[in-house]
């Protein structure tokens, strides 16, 4: 029986049908059929300037970003799919704050949706810290199925661990 860690914490009808796609070696085509293509946002530089376009079009009073990359470092089942950091630093008699975005490289070569899905999720910690009602709230107001993309990615993972690359 195949794993399906990445939705291990889902409802259980939904784990279900995840689980036919996969034992009848449909879960590619699902994907494919619904996300046809990738994104074009390949270097950190495009990734920077669609991040700042989402937070600029829905969080725009929040604090600024000094850093948005991929991150090879980022392993999508240990750590996350990205990371959102905030550094507070004393320098002299100042007070300096970073607020950085790293997402992980396996989206680097995946639909645009996912990457905005979690682009979303990254800028949504900048007002949210914590995973609360609140949060996800704010995650939909920026990307209202974020829920369904959030499950579509979760798919996308499985296929990739299962079977390797599907673009």
């Known amino acids: 029986m195949p794993s399906l860690q990445y939705i291990s914490n889902y409802p ?14 449909k879960l590619q085509k699902y994907l494919l059929n619904k996300y046809p293509t990738i994104h074009e946002y390949v270097n950190d530089k495009s990734l920077r300037d669609f991040t ?6 829905h969080i725009k009073k ?5 850093l948005v990359s991929y991150d090879p470092k980022i392993h999508v089942i240990n750590n996350a799919l990205g ?36 682009v979303v999720h990254e800028l949504a910690h900048l007002k949210e810290k914590e995973h609360s009602k609140a949060f996800y709230n704010l995650c939909r107001h920026m990307l209202s199925n974020y829920h369904q993309l959030e499950l579509d990615m979760r798919l996308y993972l499985t296929e990739l661990e299962l079977n390797g690359e599907i673009y």
């Open 83 to 118: 990371m959102h950091s905030y550094v507070s630093r004393v320098q002299g008699n100042k007070l300096k704050s970073k607020n950085e975005i790293r997402i992980s490289e396996v989206f680097r070569k995946s639909p645009e949706p996912f990457l905005s899905m979690i």
């Open 52 to 57: 700042l376009s989402i937070k600029n079009r």
């Open 12 to 25: 259980q009808h939904i784990k279900d049908r995840a689980l036919k796609l996969v034992e009848d070696n």
């Open 62 to 66: 929040s604090a600024p970003l000094s």
